[in-house]
């Protein structure tokens, strides 16, 4: 198998990122030879090398993010900025994860850790050749909310694009002091 037949399937198989054992699963080599491949691939420029390890044969930041590090999917401004809410670009994508909250500074990516309890409200889309897991509307401002990044000036500006039955509902998942302070916030 050549390095272009390996970037091929790589492609069709809808994912972009890659670590050394997933190309080592792909092509059904050892993590030996698939280190070999992942470095050549990178050095031919067939793919990125993002981090020690893992590639990507996308140059799409929200794909790359929400591949890198899993489980996860955008959230925040980079969530509603993504569902047109949010006018300006943010600095860094920001993602939710059940995972350690971890920073790729370099890649402008930052992970916020979530109880799993609360790794809901997110669906796969399909960008470019891969895909990305999105939160939806709402569950993007309750998360905002939950971790004391959403300025109540900016809930009252788009709240009329909200859907209230789904925000109470996802509220309804929450629980302790998290619940009891969006349920404030969400009257």
């Known amino acids: 198998m050549n390095l272009y037949q390996?970037?091929?399937?790589?492609?069709?198989?809808?994912?972009?990122?890659?670590?050394?054992?997933?190309?080592?699963?792909?092509?059904?080599?050892s993590r030996a030879v698939a280190t070999v491949y992942l470095n050549r691939l990178a050095k031919t420029g067939l793919a990125k090398k993002i981090l020690r390890g893992k590639i990507s044969f996308s140059d799409d930041d929200f794909i790359i993010a929400t591949q890198l590090y899993e489980p996860s999917y955008i959230s925040f401004a980079s969530a509603l900025s993504l569902h047109g809410l949010f006018s300006?670009?943010?600095?860094?994508?920001?993602?939710v994860s059940t995972r350690n909250s971890r920073d790729y500074p370099a890649l402008g990516i930052?992970?916020?850790?979530?109880?799993?309890?609360?790794f809901f409200g997110f669906e796969r889309k399909k960008k470019g050749d891969s895909y990305i897991m999105l939160a939806d509307r709402e569950k993007a401002v309750l998360d905002m909310a939950y971790l004391n990044l959403l300025p109540l000036s900016f809930y009252k500006e788009i709240s009329g694009k909200l859907d209230k039955k789904k925000l109470k509902e996802y509220v309804s998942r929450f629980s302790g002091k998290g619940k009891k302070k969006l349920e404030r916030l969400f009257k």
């Open 6 to 29: 390996i970037r091929d399937k790589a492609i069709r198989s809808t994912r972009a990122v890659f670590t050394v054992q997933q190309l080592a699963n792909l092509i059904a080599k």
């Open 110 to 118: 930052y992970y916020h850790k979530m109880p799993p309890s609360l």
């Open 88 to 95: 300006q670009i943010p600095v860094k994508i920001e993602c």
